[in-house]
């Protein structure tokens, strides 16, 4: 069984920073990629970013690429997400996700996820 446990969300203003964590526990993530999706009110659950586990490789969604950070600590029990520049539009509850597809972008291919963190960016 895996745990993933999301922390880090809040209000701020058009144009602040804000950092997601997300703490992973439960078994060996070696063979697993983690993301971060998110989902905003009325609207489908989307991917934001990925990373893998073992090896660094990391994947955004266009519309954070430049702005958002997915990385991970070295004892690899954390999972994190700077997001700078933040946007009215990235309004949204943002999940942590873990799927033993590499770096895979549907949530359909993610068998576990925390119970998500609510960013609320204002103009």
């Known amino acids: 069984q895996v745990q993933l446990v999301e922390s880090g969300g809040g209000?701020?203003?058009?144009?602040?920073?804000?950092?997601?964590?997300?703490?992973?526990?439960?078994?060996?993530?070696?063979?697993?990629?983690?993301?971060?999706?998110?989902?905003a009110p009325g609207k489908e659950r989307e991917f934001v970013a990925s990373h893998s586990w073992s090896g660094g490789n990391t994947r955004?969604?266009?519309?954070?690429?430049?702005?958002?950070?997915i990385s991970r600590d070295s004892a690899k029990t954390m999972l994190y997400l700077q997001m700078n520049s933040l946007k009215p539009e990235d309004t949204a509850v943002y999940f942590c996700a873990s799927t033993i597809f590499a770096l895979a972008t549907s949530p359909r291919d993610y068998q576990y996820w925390g119970q998500g963190t609510q960013v609320t960016v204002s103009s």
Do not use: E, I, P
């Not at 701020?12 to 999706?37: I, Y």
């Open 60 to 69: 955004y969604a266009n519309s954070v690429k430049g702005r958002f950070t």
């Open 11 to 39: 209000s701020v203003q058009s144009g602040d920073s804000l950092r997601l964590a997300c703490a992973a526990s439960g078994r060996s993530f070696n063979n697993n990629s983690l993301a971060w999706f998110r989902q």
